[in-house]
């Protein structure tokens, strides 16, 4: 079915509110059209289309709840919809911890489409594949990469009120090229909320540039080094530990944000003072939706670290009003302001170093330091007196990403991030001093 | 930008897991009719009929209804109960040598030809860019067949209460014998899916699989440390009568420093386990670093073979499929045709299947039609073959597809996706107490935990839920910060021992993800306790302040 309108959407929530029989109801309708085309081995390998809609309707009675979900509206299935939902509501324990609907919310719209992105079609799609693999085949590189693409809306309503109805749009692309013989691999990815800010060709030549100088790696002792790390090289580290910004668990004593003695950590200074952090929905390079879509309350802007020190917490409502504080939903988006600088800029300022290009398989060893593990991948280079020496061979690291920023040496320019999470990041490449490297990786 | 809806549920230490929901609630009635196998040959022909019509050289079709049942639970209170139903057909075709996929919800004979007439559309724009045309292994047709996963106790007809009360039991049971919080989920899953083909196949399949995990936390306030120890049962492709644990379901650990479970799982008894250890934890020594021998129990050893075999010998990792995202192979093709890549010591058989019952990975066809069966992978130790899919078969000399296609839900398409990969058992008699007896430095590894591996599968670095010091030949204290760093085929070649077949069980993988967009799988993984001599232990702990 089409992507609906404003108007349409709102039919559809007031219609599914009036069926309800339950003390209160709330309704998430969010609609989609994603593209995809995957390449591999310089050919394509496959290509998708997929159109949805979908309701979830959630009521409850007194301290019961349940939820149900469809996506075909005609009248029937809306009202089976809502009768689902009141009959898991039934069978349901009670929750304790239940929160009812919150009331009427003011919410601010923010740029999160691009009337550029209706472009995204089949040819488009097929062009940025061409693109990409014919960059690759005049190097004498393979190509192996995927682009997604989606348009879409998002609309939200309760019984107390509440109405929201925003579109989305926009597209992530990767692509990794390899040498032949599996000695040289480079990587690049991409997010836009325009295509016009997209250019494939442009974006594969830095994969290729990396895998082309990556032949010939040497093996460099595993220790300390100062790192030059890529912005997407740190997201995935970084993601890590803003899931751990959850008041109750600190509070509770499993945190890194835990204190001896139950506190939590809040107003501490855990980071260097060139680390600042926020989230706004309204940033004007990574937007959200200016709401909370599991709880419907309206995000605001809002510090999470300022020169280094914890400002706020993720306080949930529940544990908001038991703890007498404001209710701050997850953050949307996270914000980390940075320098001038490009990664040229960051590699030329350093004497000795390593930069890295991505990190990859990052699993957390112990939640209570964020010390995590992973590897680096596809474009990793010793740097000596502000010059890229050599490529050398991947590494394993153990560390965290709290040690991480507390070692911050230099910022560079943030940039977006696609949104492999839920959240969108916009963060600057890192110069680190003494990222621990554990063992060597003879994978190219 | 994922195409999947995702359910945010409570997990491990604390945080959040993303669980793939597929689509509409239901009512629990409803669970229980499928559909008419009549109504599903008219579409599955409608959509033959009109690739066949459109120039498509073959074509096969899935019609599936995905139900689940999602059940949360922290300390004392139930936070979610999900229902979840997706229906709809995915047709795939090949048109001018080249692959076409179209997907729809709409259940007409009219909508699902169009989506036959769509996918052949696509072939034919994607053969512009084919490299060769797909070449398929042949099946033969099966006419009209049905397979159902072996069960006692359906778990659709099971009361919501009961698995509530059991999951909340579980829950009592841990905070009561020390645990500061616990988690407990219960995952249940039943896929409905019918296959037809132009090969002549109409394939109804009727596929149940469950999993309990669950977390115990211990916190003392005092020092603000925390420990976690997650639940060791294992996921399994039974019905609800795997939580009717009996006696001969019970296995001993070596030392007898806790409970295992084979077949039958008591998750009140495990979580009443876990809380007491998550608090033992607290004060348990940290690991001093170096050379250990380590016995390796299969509730661990599991996710071992996953990463590092399992992954490994993928045939689309190997030939470059994967080499965005998941990756690409150290197990390259030069090895394999050499037949003298030494993978592991002589005593490592491993070999991957989809016919032992209990495992996730069991099913009667594969989702191209091509009947499950058991092959080897390493034998004596040397790598002898990979997992293919029909249009991979040739490529390693295979006459017939290894039957490893899958795909998670009618709208995804199909590709290679991992059997069961397991560790044969030794053949010469040897419990878990007599292996620990020739040990004189070395750990116990029990449960899974942190796991990380490279893009190639050679460096890898694995955790563990419970770890056990033994010195001169007996278990002694439980260890802390424990984690060994090795490189796949290094440590396959340290493997020393592997206990006979009284000791094997399976573990298992519930959400394995791949491709990209990503699609999860299940799948199992058996072994006995297995010892490797002389690997690398780190010590975890780090300090941040």
């Known amino acids: 079915m089409k992507l609906l309108s404003k108007d349409e959407a709102k039919s559809i929530c007031d219609k599914v509110m009036a069926m309800s029989k339950a003390d209160e109801c709330r309704v998430n309708l969010s609609g989609s059209r994603k593209g995809n085309v995957r390449y591999a081995n310089n050919s394509v390998s496959t290509a998708g289309l997929i159109e949805d809609t979908t309701l979830v309707v959630s009521v409850a009675f007194g301290k019961k709840q349940g939820s149900a979900t469809c996506n075909q509206f005609d009248a029937k299935s809306l009202e089976a919809a809502v009768r689902r939902a009141e009959e898991i509501a039934r069978l349901a324990p009670e929750n304790p911890e239940f929160m009812p609907a919150v009331g009427k919310q003011d919410f601010k719209a923010s740029n999160t489409f691009n009337r550029n992105a209706e472009a995204f079609n089949p040819e488009y799609r097929a062009d940025v594949a061409f693109a990409s693999i014919a960059a690759a085949k005049k190097a004498g590189l393979q190509a192996a990469g995927f682009f997604n693409d989606s348009i879409g809306f998002d609309c939200i309503a309760n019984s107390n009120g509440v109405f929201g109805f925003q579109e989305l749009g926009g597209l992530n692309f990767t692509v990794t090229t390899r040498t032949d013989d599996g000695r040289g691999s480079g990587w690049v990815n991409r997010a836009a909320y325009d295509p016009k800010a997209f250019d494939p060709r442009a974006a594969s030549e830095i994969a290729i540039e990396k895998a082309l100088r990556s032949v010939d790696a040497k093996a460099l002792e595993p220790g300390r080094y100062t790192v030059v790390m890529e912005p997407a090289a740190t997201n995935d580290l970084l993601n890590f530990m803003f899931s751990a910004f959850d008041a109750r668990s600190a509070d509770e004593g499993r945190s890194f944000l835990s204190k001896k003695g139950g506190a939590n950590r809040l107003g501490d200074k855990l980071f260097d003072e060139q680390v600042n952090v926020w989230t706004d929905p309204w940033d004007a390079n990574a937007p959200v939706l200016p709401w909370d879509q599991g709880t419907m309350q309206a995000r605001a802007r809002r510090d999470l670290i300022k020169g280094g020190v914890i400002t706020s917490l993720d306080y949930n409502r529940y544990w908001a009003q038991k703890q007498k504080k404001e209710a701050t939903p997850p953050a949307g988006n996270i914000i980390m302001a940075g320098g001038s600088k490009s990664t040229e800029e960051l590699i030329a300022s350093t004497k000795k170093g390593i930069l890295v290009t991505r990190t990859w398989y990052i699993r957390m060893v112990d939640p209570q330091s964020v010390a995590l593990t992973g590897l680096t991948r596809d474009g990793t280079f010793y740097i000596e007196n502000g010059k890229i020496k050599h490529p050398i061979k991947n590494f394993r690291f153990n560390d965290s990403p709290v040690s991480m920023l507390n070692n911050i040496d230099e910022l560079g320019r943030p940039v977006l991030i696609g949104d492999t999470d839920a959240r969108k990041l916009m963060i600057p490449a890192m110069k680190v001093r003494d990222f621990n490297f554990t063992s060597l990786s003879d994978a190219v | ?545």
């Open chain 2, 1 to 545: 930008m994922e195409r999947r809806s995702f359910l945010k549920v409570a997990a491990a230490a604390g945080g959040t897991m993303l669980v793939p929901v597929f689509g509409n609630a239901i009512a629990a009635e409803d669970l229980m009719n499928p559909m008419a196998r009549k109504f599903k040959k008219e579409l599955a022909d409608a959509a033959l009929n009109a690739a066949t019509k459109a120039g498509a050289s073959y074509c096969d079709v899935r019609i599936g209804r995905y139900l689940n049942q999602f059940i949360t639970t922290r300390d004392t209170r139930v936070e979610n109960i999900v229902n979840t139903e997706s229906t709809g057909v995915g047709v795939r075709v090949i048109a001018n040598g080249a692959y076409g996929f179209a997907a729809t919800n709409a259940l007409t004979v009219d909508a699902v030809a169009d989506a036959a007439r769509q996918a052949v559309a696509i072939a034919r724009a994607n053969a512009r860019l084919q490299a060769s045309p797909v070449q398929l292994a042949p099946v033969k047709g099966v006419g009209e067949v049905a397979w159902q996963t072996p069960f006692r106790k359906d778990w659709r007809e099971v009361p919501i209460k009961e698995k509530a009360d059991m999951l909340l039991a579980a829950n009592k049971a841990g905070l009561d014998a020390g645990a500061s919080f616990m988690t407990a989920n219960l995952f249940q899953v039943n896929q409905q899916k019918y296959f037809a083909s132009t090969d002549g196949s109409y394939i109804d399949q009727d596929v149940h699989r469950l999993w309990a995990p669950f977390t115990a936390t211990a916190v003392d306030k005092a020092t603000g440390k925390f420990r976690t120890r997650d639940g060791l049962s294992s996921p399994a492709g039974m019905g609800y009568e795997f939580f009717d644990a009996k006696p001969e379901h019970k296995v001993r650990a070596a030392g007898g420093v806790t409970q295992l479970y084979n077949g039958g799982y008591d998750i009140i008894e495990d979580a009443k386990a876990a809380g007491k250890q998550a608090r033992e934890k607290l004060s348990a020594k940290s690991v001093e670093p170096g050379k250990y021998d380590l016995v390796l129990s299969p509730e661990h050893l599991f996710l071992t073979i996953h990463e590092n075999v399992g992954h490994a010998t993928e045939l689309d990792r190997v030939l470059g499929y994967e080499a965005n995202y998941a990756g690409t192979s150290f197990a390259t093709l030069d090895k394999w045709k050499g037949r003298n890549f030494k993978y592991g010591s002589d005593i490592v058989n491993i070999v991957a299947d989809k016919t032992t019952p209990g495992s996730l990975g069991f099913v009667g066809y594969d989702d191209e039609g091509v009947p499950s069966k058991k092959w080897d992978l390493i034998r004596n130790g040397i790598l002898v073959n990979y997992q293919a899919t029909r249009d991979q078969a040739h490529i390693i000399g295979e006459k017939e597809s290894h039957g490893c296609s899958y795909a998670d839900s009618w709208s995804s398409v199909q590709f290679q996706r991992m059997p069961n990969v397991s560790l044969e058992a030794g053949k010469k008699p040897l419990s878990v107490d007599d292996m620990v007896k020739d040990v004189k430095k070395g750990i116990y590894i029990l449960g899974r935990g942190s796991y990380s591996i490279d893009q190639q599968r050679y460096n890898f670095q694995f955790g563990g839920q419970l770890f056990y010091e033994i010195k001169d030949g007996k278990v002694g204290q439980m260890l802390n910060d424990v984690a060994y760093q090795s490189n796949t085929q290094e440590f396959w070649n340290s493997c020393s021992a592997t206990c006979d077949q009284r000791d094997w069980r399976m573990g298992g993988s519930f959400f394995d993800g791949k491709g990209q967009p990503s699609q999860v799988s299940a799948v199992s993984h058996g072994s006995s306790t297995t010892r490797f001599n002389g690997i690398n232990v780190i010590n975890t702990a780090r300090k941040i302040d």
